[in-house]
């Protein structure tokens, strides 16, 4: 084998590899999908990705669509600017998220810091909720009057 068909044979299995670990990457990105599904109505869902996008210090809000339930937003505090958008979307008696966060590289921490954020916002809205007062009348037993 001379020098020449070493250097193909080199470039040809670097293409592949090169060619396989991004369609990996592809399986990947569509295999979260199914984690972005709430078991909640998209209404409290809305609620929870405005109160994270209302954080100045985390994400300017370009637009938000109210009846569409989606907002676009940058993320501030990086070296460089990145733009995301979210949308919400009723399915199977929950919601599904649709977040798309415009970042170059494969670190997405813009997207975990969004998710994680979300995550507190809902935990904050469920604690609002009020709680149902119990009837303080003591219970009849069988046999009493």
């Given at each position: 084998?001379?020098w020449?068909?070493?250097r193909?044979?080199?470039?040809y ?9 991004g ?32 954080t ?8 938000v ?8 937003f940058n993320?501030?505090?990086?070296l460089?600017?990145?733009t ?7 399915q199977d ?9 415009l970042?170059v ?28 007062l ?12």
């Amino acid at each position: 084998m001379t020098w020449t068909h070493k250097r193909l044979l080199a470039r040809y299995t670097r293409t592949a590899l090169i060619a396989s670990l991004g369609s990996c990457s592809v399986l990947l990105a569509n295999a979260r999908s199914k984690r972005d599904v709430y078991p909640m109505p998209c209404d409290v869902l809305w609620t929870a990705v405005k109160n994270t996008l209302n954080t100045p210090d985390n994400y300017g809000v370009l637009a938000v669509n109210d009846l569409a339930l989606h907002a676009s937003f940058n993320v501030i505090g990086n070296l460089v600017k990145y733009t995301g958008r979210v949308t919400l979307i009723e399915q199977d008696g929950g919601c599904r998220m649709n977040l798309q966060m415009l970042q170059v590289g494969a670190d997405n921490s813009d997207e975990r810091g969004f998710r994680k954020r979300l995550k507190r916002s809902l935990a904050k809205i469920e604690q609002a909720k009020p709680v149902p007062l119990r009837d303080e009348r003591p219970a009849l037993v069988v046999g009493q009057q």
